[in-house]
């Protein structure tokens, strides 16, 4: 390898800005041109420009990348995840709608989902939220039950061999309690966050980026994402072929239905429309597909 050549992984992004960790040096770096390309988590190949800059020269094949998407662009959100954590609480209330976006993003990825229910503490509203819970985990998604707040021990001991030697996500409405999370599995993530805040020049109360921290002490290759909490996530990008196939619990019906080209709305003898009248398919589940089949048809990109 050459003067100055360098291979690192991209742990925080800022618009252009990334800080790139190379054998845990933190260098700043930018791309050549105008590309935003680049995602959290992708292995970049880079060419030192001073002493805690680099320039990125090459991104790495990635094995996976998830994304978001409204009509007008799509958006990074993390490339080269092995699993996504969705963080659910027994109160606030949580969004089906948010879970099973990130559910089917995670599918189409090509990536492992489970859901986190945190505050098994707050006893009073803990039966409902296993309720709602269980259309997911009869789907196949795990569900790891926690309380951050009340029992830590107990939650490190659940989610640490979940982490080891795996790239995760953690993503989830705000106040499920996210960050409470991540304060266990990474203590000094307070630490880095300001330390990658400054080298990102984001200003000074701006925690709203997504960071990679490595969990070297569970192993190598263990890392997890932390991405900013958001009420939207846009599935814009999904073709209608890979929607129907991202409802993990279509996969039995398809292919069954009389028309090959079947949209599964208002078709005849559809076997997905017969599977939801059975009530194998959840009405919910239904719902959101055909509304995510009209904002895939929505996109202007
Ligand atoms: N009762 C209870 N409260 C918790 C638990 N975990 C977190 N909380 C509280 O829930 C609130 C939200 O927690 P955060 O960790 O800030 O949640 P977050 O998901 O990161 O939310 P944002 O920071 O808004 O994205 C805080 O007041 C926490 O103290 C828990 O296990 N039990
Ligand atoms: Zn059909």
């Known amino acids: ?30 791309t050549r041109g105008k590309k935003t390309n680049v995602a959290v988590g992708d292995i970049v190949h880079l060419t030192r420009t001073s002493n805690d800059q680099a320039v990125i020269d090459r991104i790495e094949e990635r094995k996976t990348l998830l994304y978001r998407s409204d009509q007008y662009k799509s958006k990074l959100l993390a490339a080269n995840l092995t699993q996504l954590f969705i963080v659910v609480a027994t109160e606030p209330g949580f969004a089906d709608d948010l879970i099973s976006r990130s559910l089917v993003a995670a599918d189409a990825a090509g990536i492992e989902a489970r859901i986190i229910l945190n505050k098994t503490d707050v006893t009073a509203s803990l039966d409902r939220a296993r309720e709602r819970l269980l259309p997911y985990s009869s789907m196949g998604y795990p569900v790891d039950e926690v309380s951050a707040r009340a029992e830590p021990e107990h939650a490190v001991a659940t989610l640490a061999p ?21 304060n266990l599995l990474v203590p000094d993530a307070d630490i880095a966050v300001r330390e990658i805040s400054a080298a990102l020049d984001t200003g000074k109360h701006t925690t709203t980026f997504t960071r990679l921290y490595k969990l070297d002490e569970l192993g190598a290759n263990s890392s997890i994402i932390d991405s900013p909490g958001f009420q939207e996530f846009g599935l814009y990008h999904l073709s209608e072929g890979m929607l129907e196939r991202a409802f993990r619990e279509f996969q039995p019906y398809l292919g069954g239905c009389k028309f090959y080209n079947c949209r ?35 996109t202007l990109y």
């Open 1 to 30: 390898m050459s003067e100055g050549k360098l291979t690192g992984i991209i742990i925080a992004a800022h618009g252009r800005h990334y800080l790139a960790d190379v054998d845990g040096a933190k260098l700043q770096c930018v």
């Open 162 to 182: 979940l982490l080891a030697g795996q790239s995760s996500i953690l993503i989830g409405q705000s106040g499920m309690g996210k960050s409470s999370l991540i």
């Open 264 to 298: 599964h709305l208002i078709e005849p003898q559809c076997a997905i429309l017969q599977a939801l009248s059975e009530g194998k398919i959840a009405k919910m589940r239904h719902t959101l597909y055909g509304q995510l089949l009209h904002e895939s048809a929505q």
